[in-house]
């Protein structure tokens, strides 16, 4: 959101711990929430730009949660994995029941495979449940695909797209000093910011790729964002007289130098950790019983 009026809906494609925009739209609206008929041409938008073949995971949050959403990308042969909220409905045979009513304890996680979900009961599909520890946290989302652990380190990648907001506006662009106060123009705008992000992200990668990060970076480990290690390097070469990039490339292998912004932070970092359990409600009770 922009200055509560203005709401910026946006697809991107998650790359080593940053969003990079694919398609994008502006809409004088003051809401973040935004129904599916209104940002559904943006998933076809999508379909145009991306490779042939590519195997494709969406990922969103609970506000996208929506019966329509799932066929579109059921159409598109896009896997998904989507948060949902503690009142989604889930049937595991005739009656539905809301998340909330799985009381799960801490670090406890249940997964329900071949589900139908809300008053439409659309299925079959995959429910993960958690109590994580030590947030304390409720996680609850939805999967086309059996759900496992896994299913919330997959979604965990969303949040990469938050911290590429705060590049666009506090950290970064500083988006929202902008006296612009038009959808269209906005929309524009973004498209500038867009080429960028791309931009300084590929500059970023290629420092680091070349060995050249800790002229800018003095962390011994990366403790800068690509996007950010590539803002340096455009500053100080502008200011040094160094050759300023004049390709565009992002590297496709495995980001083998990850970013620590500090020993503290790579300390928290902890593999996930919950006591699981797993039910196929395709099986029927009797069947489970007997093979337990």
């Known amino acids: ?23 994008w739209k502006v809409l004088e609206h003051g809401s973040s929430a935004v129904a599916y008929s209104v940002y559904a041409p943006l998933l076809d938008a999508v379909v145009g730009v991306l490779p042939g073949a590519v195997l494709v995971l969406f990922l969103a949050d609970r506000g996208f949660a929506d019966v329509e959403l799932f066929k579109h990308l059921h159409r598109l042969n896009w896997h998904y994995r989507i948060r949902i909220k503690s009142t989604f409905t889930i049937y595991r045979g005739k009656h539905g029941v809301p998340t909330s009513s799985y009381h799960l304890h801490t670090s406890q996680a249940l997964f329900l495979h071949h589900v139908r979900v809300t008053k439409a009961r659309y299925g079959l599909v995959h429910v993960a449940l958690a109590h994580h520890y030590p947030s304390q946290e409720r996680w609850y989302g939805i999967s086309d695909q059996p759900t496992t652990t896994d299913t919330f380190v997959e979604y965990g990648l969303r949040f990469d797209i938050e911290e590429s907001f705060l590049e666009d506006k506090s950290n970064g662009f500083q988006l929202e000093s902008s006296r612009i106060r038009s959808a269209a123009m906005l929309s524009r705008l973004c498209l500038v910011l867009a080429v960028a992000t791309l931009y300084l992200t590929s500059v970023g990668t290629a420092v680091v790729a070349q060995g050249e990060r800790r002229r800018v970076d003095s962390h011994w480990f990366r403790g800068s964002s690509y996007f950010k290690i590539g803002w340096h390097w455009i500053r100080k070469a502008l200011g040094q007289g160094w050759t300023i990039p004049t390709t565009i490339a992002l590297q496709s292998a495995l980001d083998l130098h990850p970013c620590i912004p500090s020993k503290s932070q790579a300390a928290k970092r902890q593999p996930l950790y919950f006591r699981c359990t797993t039910v196929d409600c395709a099986v029927p009770l009797e069947q489970r019983l007997s093979t337990a």
């Open 1 to 23: 959101m922009l200055w509560n009026r203005y709401c910026l809906i946006r697809i991107a494609l998650i790359y080593r711990g940053r969003a990079i925009r694919i398609v």
